[in-house]
């Protein structure tokens, strides 16, 4: 049984992006097309043929705590990686929303992402959730990881736009970005408590 008490030194906190949907970000839509490709990617799964990487499969390997996003394509990531450990799936962690403006005229869904998220964090939130809103829930998602990372390290399954606002609220909760694997599908990036990333 795992020893769930609390260290004397917090422990690492690993934040993963999910690795590649089964989703068609060429299709060539318009605003509200748009609004309706979102939807339907919020409900999909991995893509077929896709594996962890090894070095991805070794830090969940000594993760104590794993949590995951309820979107399909961080759930299956997380359970990709998880080899059989139970993990605890919370909405706080959802990708922040992305509404698009009402642009005229039609593009891919991978162009429509730029403006959509340019103008979501102007304000442009459309009846969604907020930047502002965004920012108080990635608060919450920090305390939640930081709070798991007292009695052992932690690894979170979530999505590449909210993993990012997750970085200043863990950095003003005393962690420092220790590997920074960037934005692809699969990426990570691990924090662990200045003080033990200072060495000492």
Excluded at 2 to 19: K, N, Y
Excluded at 71 to 92: F, H, M, Y
Excluded at 150 to 161: C, E, I, K, N, S
């Amino acid at each position: 049984m795992t020893d769930m008490r609390r260290q004397d030194t917090p422990g690492f906190i690993t934040i993963v992006r999910h690795g590649e949907p089964d989703a068609d970000r060429r299709q060539r839509v318009d605003w509200r097309g748009y609004e309706r490709w979102w939807a339907d990617y919020e409900e999909r799964g991995l893509r077929d043929g896709q594996a962890p990487p090894p070095a991805l499969l070794a830090q969940a390997e000594q993760a104590v705590h794993l949590f995951s996003s309820p979107a399909p394509r961080a759930l299956e990531t997380a359970q990709a990686c998880a080899g059989g450990k139970p993990i605890e799936v919370d909405s706080v962690f959802v990708e922040a929303a992305l509404p698009p403006p009402p642009f005229p005229g039609r593009m891919s869904a991978r162009t429509w992402g730029v403006p959509a998220r340019c103008a979501w964090w102007l304000g442009f939130a459309r009846g969604k959730e907020s930047r502002g809103q965004a920012e108080r829930r990635a608060a919450q998602a920090a305390d939640r990881l930081v709070e798991a990372a007292r009695t052992g390290p932690v690894m979170l399954f979530a999505h590449g736009w909210f993993n990012r606002m997750l970085r200043p609220a863990l950095k003003r909760r005393g962690y420092a970005c220790v590997r920074d694997g960037g934005d692809v599908y699969w990426s990570w990036r691990r924090y662990e408590p200045k003080a033990a990333a200072r060495g000492g």
